[in-house]
């Protein structure tokens, strides 16, 4: 079995200082996807380049303090390729992906961080070209490969992976034209959820994000905004999906999810 599990951080430092690292080692994963390390290359040096026996690979932003994803493993990729090729948006370091190739398959494990537009119209916008550009990386990277892409997608795809659906339709996240973009991925793209192919009609404990404002953890208002997004072969081989809440490293949960890999 092969154990992976995604987390957005919104921050390595804060996250590590909450415990993180001791959750890792009593968790045992064989990789953590990573978002939002908002920090640099000599931040991490010598400190989180391993956490738990895990060895990081990472995409960090230009701007300091923001964004940036990576990808802690037990097993040692056999290439790692760090961006996707966007002029616009590899320097906010939203992609990583470690290969594990062999003679008789090719897999990919992949990290991304998703834009958010909740601050405004202009990061919207930016938004939508992002998922424009996106779809297209990943039905080319589909043709060649197998994959799982885990992390922050900034999208909740149906009423039931957020609280408050009615009220939440005009914004950022459960906008009708971001609900497209993943019901295209998961029909015409071919892809899969795969936390929804195990648990297709969960609600309450779906959610892996919650607002920091008006005590939206302590009555569980939440989102389900991360994700494990695989390929059809890798998608099959899911046998259980755990979402980690019994501390709180972050303002989103731990998503961890098995497979026969």
Not at 42 to 64: M, R, Y
Not at 118 to 123: D, L, T, Y
Not at 152 to 178: T, V
Request: proline share 4%; aromatic share 12%; with cysteine.
């Amino acid at each position: 079995m092969f154990k992976l599990t995604s987390l957005n951080l919104n921050g390595i430092r804060s996250a590590t200082s909450k415990g993180l690292e001791n959750w890792l080692a009593q968790a045992t994963p064989d990789c953590i996807c990573v978002q939002e390390v908002k920090a640099q290359m000599p931040d991490l040096a010598g400190k989180f380049e391993v956490l738990a026996g895990l060895k990081g690979h990472f995409h960090l932003a230009e701007k300091k303090g923001y964004s940036g994803v990576g990808i802690y493993t037990r097993l040692e990729p056999s290439d790692v390729v760090v961006g996707y090729g966007s002029k616009e948006f590899d320097a906010e370091g939203r992609y990583v992906e470690l290969r594990f190739d062999t003679p008789t398959r090719k897999h990919s494990i992949i990290s991304a961080y998703f834009p958010s537009g909740s601050s405004g119209e202009e990061r919207q916008q930016a938004k939508f070209r992002f998922l424009a550009e996106f779809f297209p990386h990943l039905m080319a990277l589909k043709g060649q490969r197998d994959f799982i892409l885990c992390g922050d997608i900034n999208i909740a795809h149906q009423a039931i992976d957020l609280k408050n659906w009615k009220s939440n339709q005009k914004n950022s996240g459960f906008l009708p034209e971001e609900r497209a973009w993943m019901t295209k991925l998961l029909t015409e793209g071919g892809m899969a959820d795969v936390y929804r192919s195990l648990h297709p009609d969960t609600t309450d404990d779906c959610y892996t994000w919650w607002s920091n404002r008006g005590q939206a953890y302590a009555k569980n208002v939440g989102w389900r905004l991360d994700y494990h997004l695989a390929t059809p072969a890798l998608a099959e081989g899911a046998r259980s999906a755990a979402i980690y809440k019994g501390e709180k490293f972050s303002d989103h949960a731990p998503i961890t999810i098995e497979y026969a890999w």
